[in-house]
């Protein structure tokens, strides 16, 4: 890969095991991974940094999904920032209501690395590292 900057992907999900995974599999497609566990981490990460993409889980204890999703594009600064929805909960309520709320794109658990990258991916554009 050539020196310049790596796509920077937030994921948010409050299970520690999954966001390492993803982490990992997005790191090794040739991202830069961040996680946080709740949502006013990522409130507080957002506050001092902007990522290329958010991953976006729904059900969390302090700060729902939503609620970071509709803060985001409320936000001047990350408003147009691609926000891929990624839950286990496939009901048609609950996918509604994200694009309501403003996710690009809705992502239901548990999703293949292949897949993943593939979404993540064309959420970029040309902004996506070359496939390795």
Known sequence: MSSEAKPVILIVDDDPDLA?????????AGFEAHSCLSGQEALDWLAVRTPDLILLDLMMPDINGFTIL???RA???IKNLPVMVLTAKADQK??????SAGADAFLTKPINS???IEYVRRALG???PPEV
């Open 20 to 28: 390492m995974i993803m982490r990992m599999i997005l790191t090794h």
């Open 70 to 72: 509709r803060k985001v």
């Open 75 to 77: 936000s001047d600064k």
């Open 94 to 99: 609950t996918r509604l209501e994200s694009q």
């Open 114 to 116: 292949k897949s993943l």
């Open 126 to 128: 040309p902004k996506a």
